[in-house]
Protein backbone atom coordinates (compact mmCIF):
# COMPACT_ATOMS: atom_id res chain seq x y z
CA UNK A 1 0.00 0.00 0.00
CA UNK A 2 2.88 2.35 0.78
CA UNK A 3 4.46 1.74 -2.40
CA UNK A 4 1.63 1.77 -4.40
CA UNK A 5 0.79 5.50 -2.69
CA UNK A 6 4.06 6.31 -3.39
CA UNK A 7 3.70 5.76 -7.13
CA UNK A 8 0.43 7.32 -6.98
CA UNK A 9 1.86 10.89 -6.04
CA UNK A 10 4.96 10.71 -8.43
CA UNK A 11 2.40 9.87 -11.05
CA UNK A 12 -0.14 12.93 -10.18
CA UNK A 13 2.81 15.42 -9.83
CA UNK A 14 3.94 13.97 -13.14
CA UNK A 15 1.05 15.06 -14.41
CA UNK A 16 0.60 18.39 -12.93
CA UNK A 17 3.83 19.54 -14.24
CA UNK A 18 3.29 18.14 -17.42
CA UNK A 19 -0.08 20.31 -17.09
CA UNK A 20 1.61 23.36 -16.36
CA UNK A 21 4.27 22.88 -19.27
CA UNK A 22 1.22 23.19 -21.23
CA UNK A 23 -0.09 25.84 -19.79
CA UNK A 24 3.19 27.76 -20.10
CA UNK A 25 3.46 26.78 -23.82
CA UNK A 26 -0.10 27.98 -24.28
CA UNK A 27 0.38 31.38 -22.64
CA UNK A 28 3.25 31.73 -24.52
CA UNK A 29 1.16 31.24 -27.85
CA UNK A 30 -1.58 33.52 -26.53
CA UNK A 31 1.09 36.02 -26.08
CA UNK A 32 2.74 35.50 -29.81
CA UNK A 33 0.31 34.37 -32.24
CA UNK A 34 1.01 32.86 -35.30
CA UNK A 35 -1.76 35.66 -37.22
CA UNK A 36 -3.73 33.41 -39.84
CA UNK A 37 -2.09 35.40 -42.64
CA UNK A 38 0.93 33.47 -42.00
CA UNK A 39 -0.22 30.17 -41.89
CA UNK A 40 0.30 29.94 -45.56
CA UNK A 41 3.83 30.71 -46.98
CA UNK A 42 4.21 34.45 -48.02
CA UNK A 43 7.21 35.88 -49.83
CA UNK A 44 8.72 38.63 -48.04
CA UNK A 45 8.43 42.63 -49.37
CA UNK A 46 11.47 43.42 -47.98
CA UNK A 47 13.46 44.94 -51.00
CA UNK A 48 16.84 43.30 -49.29
CA UNK A 49 14.95 39.77 -49.15
CA UNK A 50 17.66 37.69 -50.68
CA UNK A 51 20.45 39.54 -48.67
CA UNK A 52 18.87 39.25 -45.40
CA UNK A 53 18.05 35.58 -45.28
CA UNK A 54 22.09 35.44 -45.04
CA UNK A 55 24.30 35.35 -41.90
CA UNK A 56 26.72 37.64 -43.85
CA UNK A 57 24.47 39.98 -44.62
CA UNK A 58 23.10 40.90 -40.77
CA UNK A 59 27.26 40.57 -40.05
CA UNK A 60 28.28 42.77 -42.39
CA UNK A 61 25.82 45.48 -41.37
CA UNK A 62 26.42 44.93 -37.85
CA UNK A 63 30.09 45.19 -38.76
CA UNK A 64 29.56 48.67 -41.09
CA UNK A 65 27.85 49.85 -37.96
CA UNK A 66 30.55 49.63 -35.69
CA UNK A 67 33.23 50.94 -38.10
CA UNK A 68 31.23 53.77 -38.72
CA UNK A 69 30.82 54.51 -34.72
CA UNK A 70 34.56 53.92 -33.96
CA UNK A 71 35.13 56.64 -36.72
CA UNK A 72 32.91 59.19 -34.87
CA UNK A 73 35.04 62.23 -33.94
CA UNK A 74 33.73 64.70 -31.77
CA UNK A 75 33.78 68.24 -32.90
CA UNK A 76 34.72 70.97 -30.74
CA UNK A 77 34.43 74.05 -33.05
CA UNK A 78 32.52 76.95 -32.12
CA UNK A 79 28.90 76.71 -33.95
CA UNK A 80 28.31 80.08 -35.86
CA UNK A 81 25.01 79.20 -36.79
CA UNK A 82 22.32 77.00 -35.12
CA UNK A 83 19.07 75.71 -36.24
CA UNK A 84 16.69 73.82 -34.21
CA UNK A 85 14.10 71.63 -35.99
CA UNK A 86 10.94 70.77 -33.59
CA UNK A 87 8.86 68.38 -34.28
CA UNK A 88 5.75 68.93 -32.66
CA UNK A 89 3.94 65.73 -30.92
CA UNK A 90 7.02 63.66 -33.42
CA UNK A 91 6.76 60.72 -30.62
CA UNK A 92 9.48 57.27 -31.02
CA UNK A 93 6.40 55.72 -32.39
CA UNK A 94 5.82 58.72 -34.98
CA UNK A 95 9.47 58.15 -36.13
CA UNK A 96 9.13 54.46 -36.78
CA UNK A 97 5.98 54.66 -38.63
CA UNK A 98 7.00 57.57 -40.74
CA UNK A 99 10.30 55.56 -41.54
CA UNK A 100 7.51 52.36 -42.79
CA UNK A 101 5.82 55.47 -44.44
CA UNK A 102 8.44 56.89 -46.38
CA UNK A 103 10.52 53.86 -47.27
CA UNK A 104 10.87 50.58 -45.39
CA UNK A 105 11.18 49.18 -41.88
CA UNK A 106 14.90 49.18 -42.53
CA UNK A 107 14.98 52.84 -44.22
CA UNK A 108 15.77 55.46 -41.53
CA UNK A 109 14.92 58.77 -41.70
CA UNK A 110 17.46 61.47 -42.80
CA UNK A 111 17.72 62.93 -39.17
CA UNK A 112 18.06 59.30 -37.75
CA UNK A 113 21.61 58.97 -38.81
CA UNK A 114 22.88 61.71 -37.03
CA UNK A 115 25.90 60.93 -35.12
CA UNK A 116 24.24 61.54 -31.13
CA UNK A 117 21.57 60.68 -30.12
CA UNK A 118 19.19 61.64 -26.24
CA UNK A 119 16.59 61.51 -24.52
CA UNK A 120 14.91 64.45 -23.11
CA UNK A 121 12.47 64.31 -20.43
CA UNK A 122 8.90 66.33 -21.30
CA UNK A 123 6.88 67.11 -18.18
CA UNK A 124 5.78 70.55 -17.05
CA UNK A 125 6.52 71.65 -13.18
CA UNK A 126 2.70 70.86 -12.22
CA UNK A 127 2.28 68.31 -14.94
CA UNK A 128 3.18 64.67 -15.94
CA UNK A 129 1.95 64.96 -19.09
CA UNK A 130 3.34 68.54 -21.07
CA UNK A 131 1.71 70.62 -23.39
CA UNK A 132 3.46 72.27 -26.30
CA UNK A 133 3.59 75.88 -23.87
CA UNK A 134 5.74 74.56 -21.00
CA UNK A 135 7.82 72.45 -23.19
CA UNK A 136 8.48 75.33 -25.32
CA UNK A 137 9.58 77.75 -22.20
CA UNK A 138 11.94 74.61 -21.34
CA UNK A 139 13.61 73.89 -24.90
CA UNK A 140 14.18 77.22 -25.73
CA UNK A 141 14.13 79.11 -22.98
CA UNK A 142 16.29 76.94 -20.44
CA UNK A 143 13.68 76.87 -17.73
CA UNK A 144 10.81 74.25 -16.87
CA UNK A 145 7.11 76.40 -16.44
CA UNK A 146 3.72 75.45 -15.45
CA UNK A 147 1.08 73.58 -18.43
CA UNK A 148 0.06 76.61 -20.42
CA UNK A 149 2.23 79.61 -19.77
CA UNK A 150 5.19 80.48 -22.17
CA UNK A 151 8.44 82.53 -21.43
CA UNK A 152 7.75 82.78 -17.49
CA UNK A 153 8.75 80.63 -14.66
CA UNK A 154 6.33 78.13 -12.38
CA UNK A 155 5.66 81.49 -9.84
CA UNK A 156 3.17 82.35 -12.50
CA UNK A 157 -0.14 80.25 -12.53
CA UNK A 158 -2.52 79.64 -15.77
CA UNK A 159 -4.34 82.56 -16.62
CA UNK A 160 -3.45 85.03 -14.15
CA UNK A 161 -4.52 87.99 -15.76
CA UNK A 162 -1.67 90.15 -13.73
CA UNK A 163 1.52 87.99 -12.97
CA UNK A 164 3.15 87.64 -16.89
CA UNK A 165 3.24 91.47 -16.54
CA UNK A 166 6.02 91.13 -13.42
CA UNK A 167 9.29 91.09 -15.72
CA UNK A 168 10.95 89.40 -12.40
CA UNK A 169 8.86 86.21 -14.24
CA UNK A 170 10.14 86.37 -17.50
CA UNK A 171 12.51 83.69 -19.11
CA UNK A 172 14.46 84.86 -22.42
CA UNK A 173 15.20 82.36 -25.20
CA UNK A 174 17.95 81.34 -27.63
CA UNK A 175 17.22 83.09 -30.14
CA UNK A 176 17.21 86.71 -28.12
CA UNK A 177 21.00 84.78 -26.64
CA UNK A 178 22.01 84.88 -29.97
CA UNK A 179 20.67 88.37 -31.44
CA UNK A 180 22.57 89.75 -27.86
CA UNK A 181 25.75 88.52 -29.23
CA UNK A 182 25.60 90.12 -32.54
CA UNK A 183 23.96 87.53 -34.23
CA UNK A 184 20.41 87.34 -36.45
CA UNK A 185 17.50 85.06 -35.72
CA UNK A 186 14.40 83.66 -37.12
CA UNK A 187 11.21 81.67 -36.79
CA UNK A 188 9.66 79.09 -39.02
CA UNK A 189 7.02 76.83 -38.50
CA UNK A 190 3.54 75.46 -40.09
CA UNK A 191 1.48 76.54 -37.27
CA UNK A 192 0.36 80.23 -36.43
CA UNK A 193 3.25 81.93 -35.35
CA UNK A 194 1.25 82.95 -32.81
CA UNK A 195 1.30 79.28 -31.64
CA UNK A 196 2.82 78.49 -28.53
CA UNK A 197 5.93 76.61 -29.88
CA UNK A 198 6.80 79.82 -32.09
CA UNK A 199 5.56 81.84 -28.90
CA UNK A 200 8.55 80.21 -27.17
CA UNK A 201 11.02 82.08 -29.16
CA UNK A 202 9.35 85.75 -28.09
CA UNK A 203 6.31 86.00 -25.63
CA UNK A 204 5.70 85.87 -21.98
CA UNK A 205 2.02 84.98 -21.40
CA UNK A 206 0.64 83.20 -18.42
CA UNK A 207 -1.70 81.56 -21.07
CA UNK A 208 -1.26 80.06 -24.46
CA UNK A 209 -4.91 80.57 -25.74
CA UNK A 210 -4.14 84.95 -25.53
CA UNK A 211 -3.50 84.78 -29.31
CA UNK A 212 -5.28 87.82 -29.65
CA UNK A 213 -6.57 91.04 -27.54
CA UNK A 214 -10.68 89.38 -27.85
CA UNK A 215 -9.76 86.15 -26.23
CA UNK A 216 -8.32 88.08 -23.66
CA UNK A 217 -11.18 89.60 -22.77
CA UNK A 218 -13.11 86.29 -23.68
CA UNK A 219 -11.06 85.16 -19.94
CA UNK A 220 -11.86 87.79 -18.01
CA UNK A 221 -8.77 90.06 -18.13
CA UNK A 222 -7.85 93.47 -20.24
CA UNK A 223 -5.55 94.48 -22.56
CA UNK A 224 -4.09 97.05 -19.98
CA UNK A 225 -3.53 93.74 -17.90
CA UNK A 226 -2.51 91.25 -20.53
CA UNK A 227 -0.10 92.11 -23.84
CA UNK A 228 -1.81 89.60 -26.19
CA UNK A 229 0.83 87.01 -28.19
CA UNK A 230 -0.17 88.42 -31.88
CA UNK A 231 0.88 92.24 -29.99
CA UNK A 232 3.84 90.97 -28.55
CA UNK A 233 5.48 89.93 -32.03
CA UNK A 234 5.20 93.44 -33.24
CA UNK A 235 5.78 95.64 -30.20
CA UNK A 236 7.79 92.73 -27.54
CA UNK A 237 11.48 92.73 -26.54
CA UNK A 238 12.39 90.09 -29.04
CA UNK A 239 10.41 89.54 -31.93
CA UNK A 240 10.53 92.86 -33.08
CA UNK A 241 14.43 92.30 -34.03
CA UNK A 242 13.60 89.06 -35.44
CA UNK A 243 15.23 88.76 -39.22
CA UNK A 244 12.74 86.36 -40.54
CA UNK A 245 9.02 84.79 -39.02
CA UNK A 246 7.23 82.27 -41.31
CA UNK A 247 4.01 80.19 -40.87
CA UNK A 248 0.40 80.37 -40.55
CA UNK A 249 -1.80 82.64 -38.57
CA UNK A 250 -3.14 85.73 -40.29
CA UNK A 251 -6.60 86.48 -38.54
CA UNK A 252 -4.69 87.21 -34.87
CA UNK A 253 -3.89 90.24 -36.64
CA UNK A 254 -6.73 91.25 -38.21
CA UNK A 255 -9.61 92.68 -36.96
CA UNK A 256 -13.16 90.83 -36.84
CA UNK A 257 -15.15 94.12 -37.93
CA UNK A 258 -12.35 96.23 -39.99
CA UNK A 259 -9.87 93.46 -40.71
CA UNK A 260 -9.77 91.86 -44.49
CA UNK A 261 -7.87 89.00 -44.99
CA UNK A 262 -5.40 89.47 -48.62
CA UNK A 263 -6.98 85.89 -49.68
CA UNK A 264 -10.34 85.36 -48.21
CA UNK A 265 -11.75 88.80 -47.87
CA UNK A 266 -12.55 88.04 -43.91
CA UNK A 267 -12.17 89.75 -40.74
CA UNK A 268 -10.05 88.06 -38.10
CA UNK A 269 -10.02 87.39 -34.42
CA UNK A 270 -9.26 90.42 -32.67
CA UNK A 271 -11.93 92.89 -31.42
CA UNK A 272 -9.64 96.18 -30.82
CA UNK A 273 -10.00 97.22 -34.62
CA UNK A 274 -6.07 97.56 -35.10
CA UNK A 275 -4.06 95.89 -38.15
CA UNK A 276 -1.17 94.59 -36.70
CA UNK A 277 0.69 93.62 -39.76
CA UNK A 278 0.23 97.11 -41.22
CA UNK A 279 1.63 98.34 -37.76
CA UNK A 280 4.64 95.51 -38.01
CA UNK A 281 5.48 97.06 -41.39
CA UNK A 282 5.43 100.14 -39.64
CA UNK A 283 7.19 99.40 -36.52
CA UNK A 284 11.28 99.22 -37.57
CA UNK A 285 13.69 102.27 -37.69
CA UNK A 286 13.02 105.04 -40.54
CA UNK A 287 14.90 103.33 -43.99
CA UNK A 288 14.33 99.37 -42.83
CA UNK A 289 12.84 97.77 -45.36
CA UNK A 290 10.36 95.46 -43.98
CA UNK A 291 8.23 92.89 -46.23
CA UNK A 292 5.11 91.18 -45.36
CA UNK A 293 4.33 88.20 -47.66
CA UNK A 294 1.12 86.10 -47.87
CA UNK A 295 1.43 83.41 -50.39
CA UNK A 296 4.57 80.87 -52.43
CA UNK A 297 5.38 83.60 -55.11
CA UNK A 298 5.79 86.08 -52.85
CA UNK A 299 7.80 84.49 -50.86
CA UNK A 300 9.95 83.26 -53.77
CA UNK A 301 10.21 86.60 -55.13
CA UNK A 302 11.80 88.21 -51.78
CA UNK A 303 15.46 88.93 -52.27
CA UNK A 304 17.10 88.83 -48.44
CA UNK A 305 19.63 91.96 -49.91
CA UNK A 306 16.91 93.99 -50.18
CA UNK A 307 14.95 92.91 -47.27
CA UNK A 308 16.07 94.02 -43.72
CA UNK A 309 12.90 92.15 -42.32
CA UNK A 310 10.52 89.19 -43.45
CA UNK A 311 6.79 88.89 -41.78
CA UNK A 312 5.14 85.51 -44.06
CA UNK A 313 1.86 84.05 -43.05
CA UNK A 314 0.50 82.19 -45.20
CA UNK A 315 -3.18 80.99 -44.14
CA UNK A 316 -5.29 82.95 -41.91
CA UNK A 317 -5.19 80.18 -39.35
CA UNK A 318 -2.29 76.84 -39.41
CA UNK A 319 -0.70 76.21 -42.73
CA UNK A 320 -2.23 73.53 -44.95
CA UNK A 321 -1.28 69.88 -44.19
CA UNK A 322 1.19 68.69 -47.13
CA UNK A 323 -1.02 66.06 -48.17
CA UNK A 324 -4.05 69.02 -49.10
CA UNK A 325 -1.27 70.89 -50.82
CA UNK A 326 -0.55 68.26 -53.05
CA UNK A 327 -3.97 66.61 -53.58
CA UNK A 328 -5.72 70.04 -53.37
CA UNK A 329 -3.80 71.70 -55.90
CA UNK A 330 -2.82 74.66 -53.67
CA UNK A 331 0.49 76.21 -55.37
CA UNK A 332 0.39 79.30 -53.12
CA UNK A 333 1.11 77.21 -50.02
CA UNK A 334 5.15 77.13 -49.52
CA UNK A 335 6.40 73.60 -48.64
CA UNK A 336 8.35 73.67 -45.14
CA UNK A 337 11.91 73.11 -47.07
CA UNK A 338 11.23 76.24 -49.39
CA UNK A 339 10.34 78.07 -46.22
CA UNK A 340 13.67 76.99 -44.62
CA UNK A 341 15.67 77.84 -47.97
CA UNK A 342 14.19 81.46 -47.66
CA UNK A 343 14.89 81.72 -44.19
CA UNK A 344 18.33 80.53 -44.16
CA UNK A 345 19.44 82.78 -47.21
CA UNK A 346 18.19 85.99 -45.11
CA UNK A 347 20.16 84.77 -42.16
CA UNK A 348 23.00 83.65 -43.69
CA UNK A 349 24.20 87.32 -44.60
CA UNK A 350 25.31 88.55 -40.87
CA UNK A 351 28.62 87.36 -40.72
CA UNK A 352 27.99 86.35 -37.08
CA UNK A 353 26.04 83.69 -37.60
CA UNK A 354 22.33 82.69 -36.72
CA UNK A 355 20.12 81.11 -34.79
CA UNK A 356 16.49 79.84 -36.59
CA UNK A 357 13.97 77.72 -35.28
CA UNK A 358 12.13 75.28 -37.36
CA UNK A 359 8.71 73.96 -36.11
CA UNK A 360 7.09 71.02 -38.17
CA UNK A 361 3.61 72.00 -36.04
CA UNK A 362 1.08 69.66 -37.80
CA UNK A 363 2.56 66.33 -36.83
CA UNK A 364 1.27 67.11 -33.57
CA UNK A 365 -2.60 68.53 -35.22
CA UNK A 366 -2.81 65.04 -36.94
CA UNK A 367 -2.46 63.23 -33.61
CA UNK A 368 -4.98 64.76 -32.06
CA UNK A 369 -7.62 63.71 -34.28
CA UNK A 370 -6.13 60.24 -34.77
CA UNK A 371 -5.57 61.10 -38.39
CA UNK A 372 -2.12 58.88 -38.42
CA UNK A 373 -1.61 59.36 -42.67
CA UNK A 374 -1.50 63.17 -42.11
CA UNK A 375 1.00 63.06 -38.98
CA UNK A 376 3.63 60.40 -41.09
CA UNK A 377 3.01 62.46 -43.94
CA UNK A 378 4.08 65.59 -41.99
CA UNK A 379 7.19 63.61 -40.03
CA UNK A 380 8.30 63.13 -43.70
CA UNK A 381 8.20 66.18 -45.43
CA UNK A 382 9.57 67.99 -41.61
CA UNK A 383 12.63 64.87 -42.19
CA UNK A 384 12.76 66.73 -46.21
CA UNK A 385 13.51 70.47 -44.55
CA UNK A 386 15.96 68.63 -41.88
CA UNK A 387 17.83 67.17 -45.03
CA UNK A 388 17.66 69.98 -46.95
CA UNK A 389 19.51 72.24 -44.39
CA UNK A 390 21.88 69.73 -42.92
CA UNK A 391 23.12 69.70 -46.87
CA UNK A 392 22.80 73.30 -46.97
CA UNK A 393 25.26 74.30 -44.50
CA UNK A 394 28.71 72.67 -43.19
CA UNK A 395 28.96 70.54 -40.15
CA UNK A 396 32.07 72.07 -38.86
CA UNK A 397 30.25 75.02 -38.24
CA UNK A 398 26.66 74.30 -38.35
CA UNK A 399 24.92 72.82 -35.00
CA UNK A 400 21.43 71.42 -36.06
CA UNK A 401 19.39 69.65 -33.31
CA UNK A 402 16.32 68.06 -34.17
CA UNK A 403 13.85 67.22 -31.26
CA UNK A 404 10.18 66.73 -30.06
CA UNK A 405 8.42 68.48 -27.63
CA UNK A 406 6.65 65.91 -26.30
CA UNK A 407 4.88 62.75 -27.15
CA UNK A 408 0.71 61.17 -28.15
CA UNK A 409 -1.24 58.31 -27.32
CA UNK A 410 -0.74 56.97 -30.91
CA UNK A 411 0.85 52.97 -30.43
CA UNK A 412 2.38 51.18 -33.42
CA UNK A 413 1.70 47.47 -32.32
CA UNK A 414 0.39 44.12 -33.40
CA UNK A 415 1.97 41.68 -35.58
CA UNK A 416 2.18 42.82 -39.17
CA UNK A 417 4.44 41.00 -41.53
CA UNK A 418 7.24 43.10 -42.64
CA UNK A 419 6.58 45.44 -45.66
CA UNK A 420 2.86 45.43 -44.77
CA UNK A 421 1.05 48.87 -45.17
CA UNK A 422 1.57 51.05 -42.02
CA UNK A 423 -2.11 51.94 -42.74
CA UNK A 424 -3.53 48.32 -42.36
CA UNK A 425 -4.44 45.49 -40.69
CA UNK A 426 -1.94 43.96 -37.87
CA UNK A 427 -3.99 40.79 -36.83
CA UNK A 428 -6.89 39.42 -35.28
CA UNK A 429 -9.09 40.10 -32.12
CA UNK A 430 -10.76 37.94 -29.84
CA UNK A 431 -14.25 39.27 -31.21
CA UNK A 432 -12.98 37.96 -35.05
CA UNK A 433 -12.46 41.24 -36.27
CA UNK A 434 -9.25 42.41 -37.88
CA UNK A 435 -7.24 45.39 -35.59
CA UNK A 436 -4.90 48.12 -37.28
CA UNK A 437 -0.93 48.99 -36.87
CA UNK A 438 -2.24 52.01 -35.66
CA UNK A 439 -4.42 52.87 -33.00
CA UNK A 440 -4.91 55.58 -30.15
CA UNK A 441 -5.45 55.49 -26.27
CA UNK A 442 -8.10 57.93 -26.98
CA UNK A 443 -9.56 60.17 -28.99
CA UNK A 444 -12.25 61.09 -31.77
CA UNK A 445 -11.70 57.78 -33.76
CA UNK A 446 -13.50 55.31 -31.23
CA UNK A 447 -17.07 56.82 -32.57
CA UNK A 448 -16.09 55.61 -35.66
CA UNK A 449 -14.74 52.17 -34.65
CA UNK A 450 -16.64 51.58 -31.51
CA UNK A 451 -20.86 51.20 -32.18
CA UNK A 452 -22.22 53.48 -29.34
CA UNK A 453 -25.23 51.42 -29.08
CA UNK A 454 -23.26 47.89 -28.54
CA UNK A 455 -20.63 48.82 -27.54
CA UNK A 456 -18.81 46.76 -30.22
CA UNK A 457 -15.69 47.03 -32.96
CA UNK A 458 -16.61 47.78 -36.19
CA UNK A 459 -15.25 46.17 -39.24
CA UNK A 460 -12.59 48.07 -40.66
CA UNK A 461 -12.72 46.26 -43.33
CA UNK A 462 -16.11 47.83 -44.46
CA UNK A 463 -14.58 51.37 -43.80
CA UNK A 464 -12.67 53.85 -46.79
CA UNK A 465 -9.45 53.69 -45.23
CA UNK A 466 -8.11 55.28 -47.60
CA UNK A 467 -8.81 59.08 -47.57
CA UNK A 468 -6.05 61.36 -46.07
CA UNK A 469 -8.30 62.19 -43.09
CA UNK A 470 -9.17 58.87 -42.13
CA UNK A 471 -10.08 58.19 -37.92
CA UNK A 472 -7.83 55.47 -36.90
CA UNK A 473 -9.42 53.65 -34.01
CA UNK A 474 -8.87 55.24 -30.28
CA UNK A 475 -10.10 53.19 -27.00
CA UNK A 476 -11.34 56.00 -25.19
CA UNK A 477 -13.74 58.44 -26.41
CA UNK A 478 -12.40 62.40 -26.78
CA UNK A 479 -12.96 65.10 -28.67
CA UNK A 480 -9.19 65.30 -28.82
CA UNK A 481 -6.63 63.09 -28.47
CA UNK A 482 -4.15 64.06 -25.14
CA UNK A 483 -0.46 63.85 -25.36
CA UNK A 484 1.69 61.33 -24.00
CA UNK A 485 4.48 61.34 -21.28
CA UNK A 486 7.13 59.33 -21.92
CA UNK A 487 10.45 60.81 -22.93
CA UNK A 488 11.14 62.28 -26.54
CA UNK A 489 14.53 62.02 -28.43
CA UNK A 490 17.15 64.52 -29.55
CA UNK A 491 19.34 64.05 -32.50
CA UNK A 492 22.31 66.09 -33.06
CA UNK A 493 24.80 67.01 -35.88
CA UNK A 494 27.81 69.71 -36.09
CA UNK A 495 29.91 71.45 -33.38
CA UNK A 496 29.45 70.08 -29.88
CA UNK A 497 26.64 67.94 -30.68
CA UNK A 498 28.59 64.97 -28.77
CA UNK A 499 27.12 66.35 -25.73
CA UNK A 500 23.14 65.79 -27.05
CA UNK A 501 23.99 61.74 -25.44
CA UNK A 502 21.98 59.97 -22.73
CA UNK A 503 19.34 61.26 -20.66
CA UNK A 504 18.32 64.55 -19.99
CA UNK A 505 16.02 67.27 -18.71
CA UNK A 506 14.43 69.17 -21.82
CA UNK A 507 15.04 72.41 -20.30
CA UNK A 508 19.55 71.44 -21.06
CA UNK A 509 19.32 71.96 -24.65
CA UNK A 510 19.09 75.27 -24.72
CA UNK A 511 22.16 75.80 -22.82
CA UNK A 512 23.95 72.94 -24.66
CA UNK A 513 23.15 74.74 -27.48
CA UNK A 514 23.96 78.11 -26.12
CA UNK A 515 27.24 76.81 -24.72
CA UNK A 516 28.18 75.34 -28.98
CA UNK A 517 27.53 78.85 -29.75
CA UNK A 518 28.77 80.68 -27.01
CA UNK A 519 25.71 82.50 -26.38
CA UNK A 520 23.39 83.08 -22.88
CA UNK A 521 24.14 83.46 -20.12
CA UNK A 522 25.47 79.73 -18.85
CA UNK A 523 29.08 78.27 -19.97
CA UNK A 524 30.98 78.35 -23.38
CA UNK A 525 32.84 76.41 -25.24
CA UNK A 526 34.71 79.44 -26.27
CA UNK A 527 35.85 79.83 -22.38
CA UNK A 528 37.94 76.27 -22.47
CA UNK A 529 41.87 77.17 -22.17
Request: aromatic share 10%; net charge negative; charged share 30%.
Given at each position: MRTFGLWSVLFLVGVVAVAALDLDEDSDKRHHPRLLDELSPKKSLSKNAEQEQTIKYWRDQAKATVEQL???????????????FLGDGMSIATVAMARVYAGGEEKPLFFEEFPYLGMAKTYCVDYQVPDSACTA?????????????IGVNAHVQVQDCHAARNRSTHTTSIAQWAMDAGKDAGIVTTTRVTH????????????????????????????????????????????????VILGGGRREFLDRQTGVDPETGNGGYRSDGRNLIDEWLKNGPVGENRTFVWKRSELMAVDPLRTDRLLGMFEPSHCAYNLDRVNKGLDEEPTLSEMV????????????????????????????????????????????AIEFARKKFSEEDTLIVVTSDHSHSVSYAGYPRRGNDIFGTAGTGRDGLPYMTISYANGPGHKKHVDKNTGTRMDVREMDRSKDNFDFPAMVPKDSETHGGEDVAVYASGPWSHLFAGSFEQNVIPHMMGYAACIGAGMHACDRS
Open positions: VKKRENTNRAKNVIMTAYLTGVKANYETASPAGVYAHTSYRDWENDFYVKEDGCTSEQVDDIAHQLVYGETAPKLRDKATDMLSLNPNGFFLFVEGGRIDHAHHDNRAKLALDETVEFDK
